[in-house]
């Protein structure tokens, strides 16, 4: 059976994280530098998608250059040691309308681990110059501490600085030219 390759076009996508911090606000981050490719069957729609995404984790941006240049040291994610961050799927599985469950091993630092996203259909169009094009939302929830991403900082009180759940937040447009 042949298949469609797509590329991520990342003119018109976005990779954000959310996390807790002193427990009374979010701080919100993205990374900047991602590629991926998406693989579907051609007569099948996006049915068994394959989705390989990397990230660059030199591009993260928090709108603090301090809190940044932290986040690629060895107290966070390594980025010297580790510096990509990559997402390889097992299945793409239809729930609802246009409601999907995308599970697959992310691999942050020196630890991989099955995860299951929430995804949102947007939808799939041609634009001017004869290029298909689909979108997706992608969301999911990561405990830090399950991807060897550690801080040691705690309050005057040993309360955590910053939360141990990350919500990952993905804005997806694919491109396949035909």
Do not use: C
Request: glycine fraction near 8%; proline fraction near 2%; charged fraction near 25%.
């Amino acid at each position: 059976m042949s298949s469609k390759h797509w590329d991520i076009d990342p003119a018109h996508s976005e990779i954000q994280f959310k996390i807790r911090h002193l427990v009374i606000s979010n701080i919100t981050g993205s990374f900047n530098i991602f590629s991926g490719t998406m693989v579907t069957p051609v007569h099948d729609n996006f049915k068994n998608a394959e989705f390989e995404i990397n990230i660059d984790v030199y591009s993260i941006d928090t709108n603090n250059s301090e809190r940044d240049e932290h986040l690629k040291s060895e107290d966070f994610f390594d980025a010297d040691k580790y510096p990509e961050i990559k997402f390889r799927s097992a299945l793409f599985t239809h729930i609802d309308g246009d409601n999907y469950k995308l599970t697959g091993m992310l691999s942050v630092k020196d630890v991989t681990r099955e995860i299951t996203f929430d995804v949102l259909f947007g939808g799939q169009a041609k634009d001017g110059f004869g290029i298909s094009r689909a979108g997706f939302e992608i969301n999911g929830t990561i405990n830090r501490n399950d991807f060897n991403i550690h801080a040691e900082d705690v309050t005057e009180t040993g309360g955590l600085v910053i939360g141990e759940e990350i919500k990952l937040h993905a804005n997806i447009q694919f491109t396949h030219k035909e």
